[in-house]
């Protein structure tokens, strides 16, 4: 009983680390952004995993409607996009305060 105890603890603790360094950091990433794309709404800034930048105007089940310039708006899929887009005004904020924390 105790020698094949010791044959399987190898694997156990491999499965363990895999565990630890892949699996669990990929579902949290994956919840994050199920959370992120639950809770979408009108007028929020986001970029698609095409790399286009635009404001949502408008769902439909699982399309939403972007608009990347005047009168241009795009229908993607909701799971194309990847994040939200930062703000500009809070971009150059912290960029700002970065400068004067090295200075």
């Known amino acids: 009983m105790g020698g094949a105890l010791t044959q399987f ?35 929020d800034k986001v970029v698609t995993s095409g790399g286009i930048y635009g404001t949502i105007v408008g769902f439909r089940d699982k399309v939403v409607q972007l608009q990347v310039a005047n009168q241009v708006k795009i229908d993607v899929a909701r799971s194309a996009i990847t994040g939200l887009q930062a703000d ?9 305060a970065a400068g004067k924390s090295k200075q």
């Open 88 to 96: 500009e005004g809070e971009g150059a904020t912290k960029r700002e």
């Open 9 to 43: 603890l190898p694997f156990v603790l491999i499965f363990g680390i895999f565990y630890l360094l892949l699996i669990r950091p990929q579902q949290m990433q994956r919840r994050k952004l199920q959370e992120m794309l639950a809770s979408l709404k009108t007028g």
